[in-house]
Structure formats: C-alpha cells, structure tokens
C-alpha cells in the first residue's frame, strides 16, 4: 500500500532534550516536506527536499533540522525542544514538485513542556 | 510570507444544504490546490487546477480557478455527514520556484444533526 508514515504519533517531552520524527514513503516520490499545524494557523511549512541530500527552508524552520540521506527517508530533528514548538507536525511526499498531489502522513502531536 | 486569506474559517450548516468556500491573495498564482482533513488524519487531495478560468468537478465537489489568477472557489453541494472536516486551499505563487506553496489556514466545516 502507498503511504507515508511518521513515527512516533505521539509524543510529550521536556524542553532542551533532542527528539527525532521519523518519516518515511514508500512510492519512490523524489519531493518530501515537513508541516506543522496549529490552531488558527494553518499549515506551515517547516523544511522540504526535492532530492536526496537537496533540503531547504520553508516559512518556519527556526529550531529544527532535516537531513535527506536517502530518497525514502526524511526525518525531522528538535536539537533543543521548546514549548513553542509544540504542534502537530505533517510529513509529505509527492512524485516531483508539490503541486503534485502531496501524499500526507497521519500526523505526529508533539507536546514540550 | 505571502499569505493566502481562506474564508469562511468555520461553517455551521444543515445536512443536505450547499457550502461555498474560497481562497484570495493580492497576488497571482498558477495553480491552485483544495485538500480536505479529516478528524485526526492528514490532508488529502480532492482537486487541482493549473488554468485561469478552470471548472472542475469531483463528485459532488466543483471547484473553479479565478480568471484574474488571485482568487479560488470550493463548492460542496448536498453536504453529508461525512463532509466534516478542514478544507485546505493551497497554491504556488506565479513567480516561485518550482518548490514552493503555500496554504491557507483552512475553513472548518460542521454539519448539524
């Protein structure tokens, strides 16, 4: 089955300690992007890479870093946790460019406290 | 960054009734995207359009591309219950790069029993 999948779902942490979100697609798509939703806000693009070691920043990257090792892989990275970056965060894939339908993970509900 | 102003923010309606939603923004786009999210799923996409002036169904949706470029409307006719959710329009700028868009913050639709 095509689909991207994000680990962990959910996760409650304390500020300052190093988390990863791990993403990962299995449809060969060459485009993948991290979003996080808040109340009121939207989504917000964090990071996306439209290849493999190619990654840049979308509107909101202060605080986190990704890195695209492999095609299928795109993990998010909180060095240093804060409670403002608690948020529901959205992995996504499409074949090319993101307007291309953009296949999106079930979410991840991040709380730092 | 460039906005995108999605009304109306929720919706309250009868089951059965229309709903019209649209997405404006001073600037102009090339493509426009409408992603639907359900209750604790990530979104999924129910209609692009890449021409000015374009008209395209999907059921019982109908969205259009604005003939000026800065504008897109949703239509949901007959809503049933499984209508509710958020709607998401999205949208890449005329003079982005490839690698970019950009979402409104969304119409949240509720249906009353």
């Known amino acids: 089955e095509a689909q991207v999948t994000q680990n962990p779902r959910y996760l409650i942490t304390v500020t300052g300690k190093k988390l990863t979100v791990t993403c990962s697609q299995n449809?060969?798509?060459?485009?993948m992007s991290w979003y996080r939703q808040d109340p009121g806000l939207g989504l917000r693009q964090i990071y996306y890479?439209?290849?493999?070691?190619?990654?840049d920043k979308g509107d909101v990257p202060e605080g986190y870093k990704v890195s695209r090792k492999e095609k299928r892989n795109f993990p998010l990275i909180l060095e240093s946790p804060s409670p403002n970056q608690t948020s529901l965060y959205f992995c996504?894939?499409?074949?090319?460019?993101?307007?291309?339908?953009?296949?999106f993970g079930p979410g991840t509900r991040l709380t730092v406290t | 960054g460039q906005q995108l102003n999605q009304s109306p923010q929720s919706m309250f309606i009868q089951e059965g009734e229309d709903v019209s939603m649209n997405c404006t923004s001073s600037?102009?786009?090339?493509?426009w995207l409408w992603y639907k999210q359900d209750p604790g799923e990530g979104p999924v996409l129910l209609i692009a359009?890449?021409?000015?002036?374009e008209l395209t169904s999907n059921g019982r949706l109908t969205a259009q591309f604005g003939t000026t470029r800065k504008d897109s409307f949703l239509n949901i006719s007959a809503s049933i219950p499984s209508d509710v959710g958020i709607y998401f329009c999205?949208?890449?700028?005329?003079?982005?790069?490839?690698?970019?868009?950009?979402f409104g913050k969304g119409t949240r639709l509720h249906i009353l029993p």
């Open positions: 359009l890449y021409k000015a002036g």
């Open positions: 999205a949208g890449q700028l005329k003079n982005s790069p490839d690698d970019k868009i950009i």
């Open positions: 996504a894939s499409s074949l090319s460019y993101p307007v291309d339908e953009q296949y």
């Open positions: 449809m060969n798509h060459e485009y």
């Open positions: 600037s102009i786009f090339n493509t």
């Open positions: 890479s439209m290849n493999v070691e190619v990654t």
